[in-house]
């Protein structure tokens, strides 16, 4: 599969060093001669200096043959010229573009990006993550946060414990879709009570889900409050 | 009529000044305050400062019913980016671009973004000039 990346900064000399030790066949497109000429001796690949939004430096880059492309760069405005050029010219199956800006996701969206890479939310998503670990995680996202699966870990300090399902007030946009219990899976209705060590999902949206922690967490005034 | 410029360079204000002076209803974006305020106390309009493609900015400077949008920066990724946004998203009647490489002319083409290019007018000129000199 042939694929161009565009940008050569961290995020894209590490893209193109994974892609290139999975055998994949990748062109690296970056302004800087500086910048290519260091990666050009780290990393054997095709390394282009010029400017990806340059649509006869895209030709170059072979974007007539190429699969995949990739917009790293850490302008989003350019991620995005390059992402519509390879869409509206070149009919390229898929292009991901990375946003630096969490504010231009909907921008993105708006202008039919196919997939976007948010490393800003991405990496504020796994520190909170952290923080969260002991009591909730999302296990899983589909279309970007439209809907995810979220972990619920039952232990001491959720102050779910001991309650039925049916006297749970959550948001309305989720549902609990299965308990796990001593490697068994519940299926749980209004009367299914809820135990330490059980293992609850929630089939939530993103906007939906600080909502749900807030109501499980409270600041941890809840778990104090019981001590 | 009510236009937006996108950029408050030379181009941009020297634009703001014509508009105003004929009577339109002008509204300025730049993400630097500095070129903002090199307006001058003579414009009467709307400055917003922001990054000149965010929902939010645009809409202050009041895209939602603008006549214009004219986007006269020197960076030409963020021309196409602003241009994309007032024409797909808030559907603005007219958007004219300011094309800086002129390489990049086929860029503008391919999205269907209305451009002027101003390297190649003023080399129009320039060689009519010289042409018209030779007679």
Not at chain 1, 59 to 72: H, L, Q, S, T, W
Not at chain 2, 30 to 54: C, H, M, P
Not at chain 2, 64 to 69: E, F, G, L, N, S
Not at chain 2, 73 to 81: F, K, R, V, W, Y
Request: hydrophobic share 40%.
């Amino acid at each position: 599969m042939k694929s161009i990346i565009i940008g050569g900064g961290k995020v894209g000399s590490n893209l193109l060093k994974t892609l290139k030790e999975r055998g994949y066949n990748v062109t690296l497109v970056e302004m800087d001669e500086e910048t290519c000429r260091r990666i050009a001796e780290d990393i054997s690949a095709v390394v282009i200096c010029g400017d990806g939004t340059d649509i006869d430096v895209l030709k170059d880059a072979g974007i007539n043959e190429a699969d995949i492309i990739a917009a790293v760069t850490g302008k989003d405005e350019e991620n995005l010229v390059i992402c519509q050029i390879a869409k509206k010219g070149f009919n390229i199956g898929k292009s991901i573009a990375r946003i630096n800006n969490p504010k231009n996701i909907s921008l993105f969206k708006a202008l039919g990006v196919d997939q976007t890479v948010c490393s800003t939310e991405v990496i504020a998503d796994l520190i909170e993550y952290e923080f969260d670990r002991d009591i909730c995680k999302i296990v899983q996202t589909f279309d970007r946060g439209a809907m995810i699966l979220v972990e619920v870990a039952v232990n001491e300090n959720n102050r779910w414990l001991d309650m039925f399902i049916k006297d749970i007030v959550l948001p309305s946009e989720c549902v609990v879709a299965s308990i796990l219990r001593d490697g068994k899976v519940i299926f749980p209705r209004g009367d299914t009570q809820i135990c330490r060590n059980d293992s609850m999902h929630i089939i939530t949206n993103r906007s939906t889900f600080p909502e749900i922690k807030k109501l499980l967490h409270d600041g941890g005034a809840y778990a104090k409050k019981k001590k | 009529m009510y236009i937006i410029i996108i950029g408050s360079g030379r181009l941009g204000r020297m634009l703001s000044e014509e508009l105003t002076d004929a009577g339109h209803n002008v509204s300025v974006v730049d993400r630097d305050s500095k070129r903002l305020e090199a307006l001058g106390t003579g414009f009467n309009g709307l400055s917003v400062k922001g990054i000149e493609y965010d929902n939010a900015v645009l809409k202050e400077a009041g895209i939602k019913h603008a006549d214009y949008v004219l986007s006269v920066t020197s960076d030409d990724n963020l021309n196409i980016t602003v241009s994309l946004a007032a024409k797909e998203i808030f559907k603005v009647p007219r958007v004219i671009a300011r094309v800086n490489e002129p390489q990049k002319k086929s860029v503008y083409e391919l999205l269907g973004i209305e451009m002027i290019n101003p390297t190649e007018l003023i080399s129009y000129i320039i060689k009519g000039k010289v042409e018209g000199s030779q007679r």
